[in-house]
């Protein structure tokens, strides 16, 4: 019999259907991976087997746990069943736990609340855990802010199989994760399902993830399930339009044609900046903290720039120093020869030179302007600016560049999808034709299909406008289908470099090759 | 812990300094002169001047406050102009009227107020919340001098269940003494309360909403136990806060309502010092409501590094 | 429109057109003195009967309304008008010397409980309106301050102000252009809780003889003097009380309807 047997199951909030005949199926010490993009249900179907449904969603069909069905059941029996027989952990561990209990107090939550044990048998049954999940150091004392964030996912899935549950269910539990402790957490999931005979139920939007650790797959998009099977076959075969289409967006593409310029575009030479350290004491600091320590590089006039670094090495501060944006404690930076210096020394004319696209496709724009004027926005920046009907001429320019309408111009921020306000971001990066573009993260927030799309257009643009990228991310696979150039960058320093290609394939610093190994990737064995 | 505390306390010291600062140059600026008001408009000259350099008003400004704040920190308030009294006795006497009043009016507000409004969140939208939030809408809207005015009404002069004002003294017994603060505790207590149950629904539905409750509730916990284990302590942080805010109003709103009940506190003494050009007795209290203040907010933060974890030193 | 809003519009509209409409007209001329007519229950001919000079109390809280309204506006505007520009420049320049200033500056003055804070001033420099605006508005600097401080602070951090910066706006612009707009409606919502605020403490500093002087009307004298009478004359005290919590409840529930009106959640989600 199967474990988890999810039948025809609707779900609709407010009569919008949700989630409509969703079905799939999951064996005892198998591991389904439920995919599917943002938007397209997979989470709330998580929900409704769990029966945490928002209060106002009415659900239909069936979800049979060992062949009871958990939909027909009432809230106490859920009670019994949740923590005990499936365990359930989330996207964000940061904010999974409560921050003003100890560790060791909420694992053992989960057993006291089933009557499993005293207090004296709980806290051990909790220490066990912690210990099974790789957190031995920690005495349970400890509480959630002075862990990181895959410690804290640590904690949330000892917390999850404290009570060895048949099931567990893990909604993107690695999204928020750096690569090497996204593989960590992986690998702990491995081995807890290969210990204790757990099914587990992974959600994700990473279809190398799944392809690494699912038995069977099932994917999802807009509230359906499109295709389900065995993994091998799902990936091998491809026969639903929508599973090509995402494979075909997952799997790296390296189109570029490497450009040889020799012309520096940006010079960075010895770059330090420092942070003033915490309070300590009563009156007194800790020592600053290097954020960035002596990098130099060079960017080359057309060329598209890696920096590849996990989250805090540093890179998000580098790029605010090139910027202008954040003052240096020491070394040069130079574009196109002029120094670069923050605190309104910089002359706009070389402001002019460098614009930015960053991360967040729903903090980048100011909610209350209209497209027009925030496009416009960089023009602040050149001498004779364009207006009236030449500065609407430009915004429509560039609005069409990037494969938007012109009568987009006329809109609000927030009538637009994440990848279209990148798209806007893009254009608005565009509209004085800088030289350089620096990108911080410009494709993490968006979807696989989506992110696609974005590369293809900053390819293009590039050809087309003779641009050179700084491309700053965390995400390997973007940084192989993007650049020329790769550097890899670690607690603030550049450990290595070189062209993508051959840092890839054979890499030099043993961190390069923790990170490559780390990535998880989508073998394509047809 | 301990380096929290002490900087908080620096701090407190520091505010302290700058109020008395900020007190004595006010009292500094009222024109008039104190000497003339309490020999009469008939005196002479020289007997004014006589007044003003025994009571030490020739000296300087810089003198005068150095004068005055060393005395304060040494407990000596100086000598009241139209008493002839010492100034610290006199306060002594009002403070364990007002003070127990404050307190049993906070008491009053925080007992009602924070189950009304855990109730009302964990209601969300039925008729429970939207009454409460009805009748704290109404609560905040009423004036408790007025209030004060209607419950005499009510129940002194209709149901004669209290008397309509005065105070006994603390010698009649503790049951007297407390009866007649009732009404005015109730009075100072009804706006208070009103607010701190709204802040407390509020607070306790944000709760609710945060990422951590969900983890209980796929841990196996039900709703209420999600609720009270969870969601109500987190809640409380922002609650404490207005807790601490609320004190600085309750002071305030006490002087007023002690007009209306008649009672010898603190409030009453610093309106007849006022009309009476009493400078020295207007400084003192003000000072020891606004020490009251500071050391509640004082107090407000070590209850916050007491509750919360993230403000504590890491080991 | 929320029915709160809508609700709260009326009630709060209604006296502010009470308030504007006794420059013209009143049922009764309050300044008259009517001997024979005092202390008479409501009627026909009196709709909330008389006080003790014989004056109409329907025409008094007409007129009282001017001045409760009058010193909870201008009190609000020198609470906004000086608090928010503080808390932008404060927020504008984080970590500074300037920061630190106006941050200790607002906790000196929250120090002083805010009423008591008005007693001194009206007590200092004499009792009148003019000096219970400026008691309640000194009181209102530090709440705008610390407000606007906290929400800049966190639009400060947002991306939209950083590709400001790329296009190499300054602070001052960035604040102007960028942050102010985007407080506007946290601002008015405030602004509407200051308001009704306001009224409650200009009827505290006038029930203990500190607002307005005779013979101008106003709402917390009426009060006060209804006390001693408050056996046999209920009328004088019912009227003048209900007047105030029907003008703060209006304008609570205004501010209610308001915030929920420019939530930009929901305004998304009706666009």
Redesign the interface.
Known sequence: MKLLAVERLRVAIGGTPILRDVSFALGPGETLGLIGESGSGKSMAALAVMGLLPDRAEAAGRALLDGRDLLARTEAELCAIRGRDVGMIFQEPMTALNPLQTIGAQVAETVRVHGAASRGEAARVARASLDRVGLAAFPLGRYPHELSGGQRQRVCIAMAIALRPRLLIADEPTTALDVTTQAAILDLLRRLVAEDGMGLMLITHDLAVVAEMADRIAVMTEGKVVEAGGAREVLRGMRHPYTRALIAASAPRSRRLPRIARTPRLEVEGVTRDYPGPRRGLLGREPPVRAVRNVSFTLHAGESLGLVGESGCGKSTLTRAILGLDPIQGGRIALDGHEVRAGGHMPAAVRARMQAVFQDPYGSFDPRWRVARLLAEPFHLVEDAPRGADRARAVAEALEAVGLSAADAGKYPHEFSGGQRQRLAIARALIIRPKLIILDEAVSALDVQVRAQVLDLLDRLSTRLGLSYLFITHDLNVVRAVADRVMVMKAGEIVETGPTARVFEAPQHPYTSELLAAAPVLEMTA | ML?YA??RL?SLAA?LA??SV?VFA??E??PGDPAAYMLGMNASPEAVAALRAQLGLDAGPVERYADWAAGMLRGDFGVSYTYRTPVAGMVADRLWVSLPLAVYALALSTLIALPVGVWAASRRGAAVDAGVMGAT??G????N??FA??L??VFA?NLRWFSAGGFPGWSEGVRAGLKALTLPAIALALPQASILARVMRSALIETLG???V?????????RG?ALR??AL??ALIPVLTILG?QF??L???A??IE??FFLPGLGRL??QA?AARDLIV?ESV?ML??FA??LV?FAVDLAYAA????LRR?H | MTRNLRIGAALAGAFALAALASFVWTPYDVAALDIAARLQPPSATHWFGTDHFGRDVFSMILVGARVSLAVALVAVGIGMGLGVPLGLAAAATRGSMLDEAIMRGNDLVFAFPALLIAILITAALGPSALNAIIAIGVFNIPVFARLTRGAALSLWSRDFVLAARVAGKGRARISAEHILPNLSSLLIVQGTIQFSLGILAEAGLSYVGLGAQPPTPSWGRMLAEAQTMIAFAPWLALFPGLAIVATVLGLNLMGDGLRDALDPRIRRARA
């Open positions: 380096a002490l900087r620096l505010s700058v109020a900020v006010a009292i600026i009222v809408q109404l905040v809207a009423v004036p001098f007025w005015m209607l005499v009404l002069v945060d990422d951590y969900r983890t209980a509730r796929a841990k196996g916990l039900t136990q284990r969870h302590r987190n805010l600085s109003f002071l305030a709103g002087i007023i007009n209306v610093v309106f006022i207007v003000v409501l606004v203040v500071i907010t509750v919360d974890p993230r890491r």
